[in-house]
């Protein structure tokens, strides 16, 4: 029953190749968020969709980028990945803004070769 | 600067005790507040939240304390179950309205071992 979808779990990509990373909902939530964890650390919210709005946080690099085609699907893309990139990658939705729980998937653990 | 911080990264409970797990924040802006479960290979599960109108908030074994004055939060675990054993973060967001959307903040996570 998992209503948020994350592939692949596992991706590797050498140094400076462009990757993509897919999240998909059931729950037909507005908004979108994808967040970086690095071991032992808070998650960090890269930027998030507000149904097509799209809203980037002020320190995430300019090396991710995201699309939202359409309400079900959310995709990360990081044209250049550095070594610094290897992070587990989690997409979250919530039904709206404000007092409302984020619902997350099972995250994309992102190494750099 | 961090502004949701878990002083504790970890703790060690037995089984049927109480697990009491801290968070304290900084950002008076901070309106509502969550903790979620963490499993290994698994994402963030939502467990209980409390807004900053009330100062408990309880769902069977989980009960939520909010300290506003203190800027301090807790998540009381009764009785703890070994099943109970994850990494625990606790979460605020500003009042809804403005550019915020519900944007979460964080803490590093306290990892919490329940022994039978």
């Known amino acids: 029953d998992a209503m948020v979808i994350q592939n692949p779990r596992y991706q590797v990509t050498q140094f400076g190749k462009p990757v993509t990373l897919s999240c998909s909902q059931t729950l037909n939530h507005n908004v979108m968020y994808w967040y970086q964890q690095k071991s032992s650390q808070a998650p960090k919210l890269l930027f998030h969709?507000?149904?097509?709005?799209?809203?980037n946080e002020a320190d995430t690099p300019d090396n991710f980028q995201s699309r939202r085609p359409n309400t079900s699907f959310c995709f990360l893309d990081i044209r250049s990945p550095g070594l610094g990139d290897a992070a587990m990658y989690l997409c979250?939705?919530?039904?709206?803004?404000?007092?409302?729980?984020?619902?997350f998937g099972d995250g994309t653990r992102l190494s750099i070769l | 600067d961090q502004q949701v911080k878990q002083n504790s990264p970890s703790l060690s409970v037995q089984e049927g005790r109480i697990s009491i797990l801290n968070c304290d924040y900084t950002n008076s802006m901070f309106d509502y507040f969550l903790w979620y479960k963490k499993y290994p290979a698994e994402g963030p599960t939502f467990l209980i939240s409390?807004?900053?109108?009330?100062d408990k908030n309880e769902d069977g074994r989980f009960t939520v304390f909010l300290n506003k004055s203190a800027k301090h939060l807790s998540l009381h675990i009764v009785p703890s179950q070994p099943g109970d054993s994850a990494v625990y973060f606790c979460?605020?967001?500003?009042?809804?309205?403005?550019?915020?959307?519900?944007?979460?903040?964080f803490g590093q996570g306290t990892i919490l071992t329940v022994h039978p």
């Open positions: 979460a605020a967001s500003p009042r809804p309205g403005g550019t915020s959307y519900g944007k979460l903040t």
């Open positions: 969709y507000y149904d097509k709005d799209f809203n």
């Open positions: 409390i807004s900053s109108i009330k």
């Open positions: 979250a939705t919530s039904r709206d803004s404000g007092w409302e729980p984020q619902h």
